[in-house]
C-alpha cells in the first residue's frame, strides 16, 4: 500500500535523519494526544448516562449492533481519507478527530461491560498494560531490524475481510465466537501495529504525521479491544 500523496513532502525512508526523526516523533506526540483525547471521551460518555442509553438502545436489537458497526466503519473511511488529504491540514485534523470520536462510541459496549464485571478498573488497567507492552516490543521490531514489513498488506486485508464476516455472522446467526478467536484477533491486531509502524518508517511522506498518527491509534486500539475481550473471556465472559 502506497502512501503517495503530490505535495506533502518526501516519502520518509529518502528523507534525511533529522527530517525522519521529527516524523516520527510528531507521529507519536499525536499518537498519545490522540489516546488522551479518546480517554477523555469514553470517560464523558460513561460517566454522563450515554453509554447508559447506548447499551439499552443495542439490547432492543440484534440488528443494533449491525447497524452501529456499520455506521463506524463508514466513519472510519471519511476519517481516513481526510487525515490522508494533501491539500488541507485542517482536513487532516478533521480526519483524525473523527476516527477518535467514532472509536470512542464503538468502544463504550465493551469498556461499559468491563467495568460493570470489575467497577475498580483493575482489568481495563491491566489490559492496557498488556496492549502497552506489546506494542513496546512490537515498536523495538520494526525499528531495530529496519525490515519492511508492508509485503504484510494483502494478508491484513484478507484477514480483515475474513474476520469480519465472522463477526458479521456471529450477530446474525446468535452464535459465540469465544476465546479463540479474540486469541487470534490478538495475533492480527498485533501484525497490525508492527505493519503500520513500518509504514510510519518506510512508506509515509514527512508530512502525513497527522495519517501516521490515525494508522496506528487503529492498529493500537485493535489490539487493546481483544486484548481486554480475552482477559474477559478467560473469566468466563463472553
Request: glycine share 10%; charged share 10%.
Amino acid at each position: 500500500m502506497s502512501y503517495l500523496d503530490v505535495g506533502t513532502g518526501q516519502v520518509v525512508a529518502n528523507a534525511a535523519e533529522s527530517e525522519r526523526a521529527s516524523f516520527i516523533k510528531r507521529t507519536y506526540v499525536h499518537l498519545a494526544g490522540a489516546i488522551g483525547v479518546f480517554a477523555i471521551i469514553e470517560t464523558l460518555l460513561l460517566r454522563s448516562g450515554v453509554a447508559d442509553s447506548f447499551m439499552a438502545m443495542l439490547s432492543g436489537s440484534r440488528w443494533s449492533w449491525l447497524i452501529v458497526l456499520g455506521a463506524f466503519m463508514l466513519v472510519s473511511t471519511v476519517a481516513n481519507n481526510w487525515a490522508h488529504s494533501g491539500i488541507s491540514r485542517e482536513k487532516q485534523y478533521m480526519g483524525l478527530g473523527l476516527f477518535v470520536v467514532a472509536e470512542a462510541i464503538i468502544f463504550m459496549p465493551l469498556i461499559y461491560m468491563a467495568l460493570a464485571r470489575d467497577p475498580s478498573g483493575t482489568l481495563l488497567q491491566n489490559a492496557a498494560v498488556v496492549t502497552v507492552a506489546l506494542v513496546a516490543g512490537l515498536t523495538f521490531t520494526a525499528f531495530s531490524t529496519k525490515i519492511n514489513f508492508s509485503f504484510m498488506g494483502r494478508a491484513l486485508m484478507l484477514g480483515g475481510f475474513v474476520a469480519m464476516g465472522m463477526i458479521v455472522a456471529s450477530m446474525l446467526f446468535g452464535f459465540s465466537l469465544g476465546l479463540w478467536f479474540s486469541g487470534a484477533m490478538i495475533l492480527f491486531a498485533g501484525a497490525s501495529v508492527l505493519y503500520s509502524t513500518s509504514n510510519i518508517i518506510h512508506e509515509y511522506h514527512t508530512e502525513q504525521h497527522v495519517a501516521a498518527s490515525l494508522s496506528l491509534f487503529s492498529s493500537v486500539g485493535l489490539l487493546f479491544w481483544y486484548i481486554l475481550q480475552f482477559m474477559m473471556s478467560m473469566g468466563g465472559d463472553d
